[in-house]
């Protein structure tokens, strides 16, 4: 899993872009895109420090969305956390990716 190192009250824009195995851009139209954040691996999504939930996406066609966190949303306390990211497709098939 990457490492996103995010400081305590900034604001943090994460871009990613999604392929298939083979290394190939998805196209994510209709997609959407969860993130979470949490402190221990195993909290609900629902007790997640973080939780952000993306249908707004920066290229479609190529895959490509980001996950803008604002200052409020990072403000919260130092440590480790363990994030992780789903797409629900358009036919409502959700995956961890």
């Known amino acids: 899993m990457q490492r996103i190192n995010i400081i305590k009250g900034d604001d943090k824009t994460i871009t990613v872009t999604f392929k298939d195995a083979d290394g190939v851009v998805i196209d994510i139209t209709g997609y959407t895109v ?5 402190s221990n691996v195993n909290l609900a999504d629902d007790e997640a420090e973080i939780s952000k939930t993306i249908t707004d996406h920066t290229d479609l066609t190529q895959g490509e969305t980001q996950i803008i966190l604002t200052n409020l949303e990072t403000n919260i306390n130092v440590g480790k956390y363990f994030w992780d990211l789903q797409i629900k497709d358009g036919s409502d098939r959700i995956s961890a990716y």
């Not at 969860?34 to 949490?38: E, L, P, Q, R, S």
């Open 34 to 38: 969860f993130f979470t954040a949490k």
